[in-house]
């Protein structure tokens, strides 16, 4: 099954169910300055689940372009380490404002999973809200999960963590439930720890759908102090990566490897001239380069440009993360970036075709800001460098570098805060 065939399933199979297909909305989240990004589905209908706003629908389905990077779901620097973190990803959902709620949430996500993509329910796991002293367990919907067909011993509790969902530190929210799938040799191996197993972020379970049973608004009554007041009636927000449950179907390890994304790594390998390989170096900066590449030109496409505040600073963060990994890991030495953003364009057009629409203009944003970050590397990596080798550990070979001579190199040489925080958030060195 292609990741377009994942896709048009899943919206088709809840506009069986009498949902609307919505489109998605821009990345730039429009009237809401809570927000960096748009990182969930349910960001375009806030205000119809507070009930400031209503719709001709109370059903609908998306499959939503997210970016999380900055803000409260930051995944930036995990990017390109592990199996499924990204800054750009699609997510699918379902919602229902004040009208359907768990139950047949619930029933609807077992049905699609099971009999329409045809999971196998042994490697199914299921986790709810086990409580807190602001909100009761959720043991309602662990007996729904039974009564759907999952066996009870496969519907494990977990806290605030991993089960309440919000959207930011204020706006809807409420107790959540998802769904993982064991990727491993055996599903019924009795030896592994369950809990443990299920929450972990290992690469034997991957968590493919989360449930969000939204019942309250967050809000801050003084700085720092929040209370949960009731929606006007009990809805449901859902989102499954789309990356994710591909992967799953695909039968690959990592969401690199499906067909969303390896196309795109295969031509940075081809343009560096080089293979990848994914537990190498190189290999890492290729999922770097074509992770940064989705968000940079999803972004520029709904307006988002590089800068030096908020979201635009954010941008130049992840743009810049890119071009400094293919230039320090792949052997590019001029303007490389813009054309795997070119590529993205040709590769995810049909889909979202306000890709082509904005086509010259992105080619030109992003050359501008390789060219403007390739002039900075020269000068800025060797004062860098030499900053690194003067506070060596001749034993382990780490700096460790002080937060003012870091400023210092700002304030005296212009060396960028997000140059040094490209070179010494690869891990290699810290700051006191
Ligand atoms: N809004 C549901 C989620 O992002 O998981």
Not at 292 to 319: C, Q, W
Request: hydrophobic share 40%; with cysteine.
């Amino acid at each position: 099954m292609t990741g377009n065939e994942v896709r048009s399933i899943f919206l088709n199979f809840f506009a069986k169910h009498g949902h609307k297909i919505v489109k998605s909305s821009p990345l730039l989240p429009a009237n809401d300055p809570t927000l960096l990004f748009t990182n969930a589905g349910m960001n375009q209908f806030k205000d119809v689940f507070l009930g400031a706003e209503t719709r001709d629908y109370k059903r609908a389905t998306t499959s939503q372009k997210c970016v999380r990077a900055g803000g409260k779901h930051n995944d930036l620097d995990e990017v390109g380490k592990t199996a499924r973190h990204h800054t750009f990803f699609e997510m699918l959902g379902n919602f229902s404002f004040g009208d359907y709620f768990k139950e047949d949430a619930i029933r609807f996500a077992w049905d699609l999973l099971v009999n329409e993509y045809k999971l196998d329910p042994k490697r199914l796991w299921f986790s709810v809200f086990a409580g807190d002293a602001e909100v009761s367990a959720d043991d309602e919907a662990v007996e729904l999960w039974v009564k759907a067909g999952a066996p009870r011993e496969r519907v494990l509790k977990f806290g605030r963590k991993d089960n309440f969902w919000q959207m930011g530190e204020t706006g809807p929210c409420g107790p959540c439930s998802e769904i993982h799938y064991y990727l491993g040799e055996n599903p019924e191996d009795p030896a592994f720890n369950k809990a443990e197993y299920v929450n972990g972020d290992g690469d034997d379970t991957v968590e493919i759908w989360n449930l969000v049973f939204m019942q309250y608004n967050r809000q801050e009554i003084a700085p720092g102090q929040y209370k949960l007041d009731p929606l006007p009636a009990p809805s449901v927000d859902t989102g499954a990566g789309l990356e994710r449950v591909t992967a799953v179907l695909q039968g690959v390890k990592t969401n690199y490897d499906t067909d969303l994304i390896k196309p795109i790594i295969e031509f940075v390998a081809k343009l560096a001239g080089k293979e990848y390989k994914a537990q190498t170096q190189e290999g890492f900066a290729m999922r770097v380069v074509a992770d940064h590449a989705r968000a940079t030109t999803f972004s520029i496409a709904d307006g988002i440009m590089p800068g030096n505040e908020g979201r635009n600073y954010v941008l130049r963060k992840i743009m810049r993360r890119a071009i400094y990994n293919g230039r320090e890991n792949l052997g590019f030495n001029g303007e490389f970036f813009y054309k795997v953003c070119e590529f993205v364009i040709d590769f995810m057009k049909d889909a979202y075709p306000e890709l082509e629409a904005q086509r010259s203009y992105i080619e030109k944003m992003v050359r501008l800001e390789e060219k403007r970050f390739g002039a900075t590397l020269t000068v800025g990596l060797k004062k860098l460098e030499d900053l690194v080798n003067a506070n060596k550990d001749e034993q382990t070979g780490k700096a460790i570098l002080s937060a003012s001579s870091l400023a210092k190199l700002y304030d005296t040489y212009g060396v960028p805060i997000d140059l040094m925080y490209v070179v010494l958030i690869q891990g290699k060195h810290s700051i006191t």
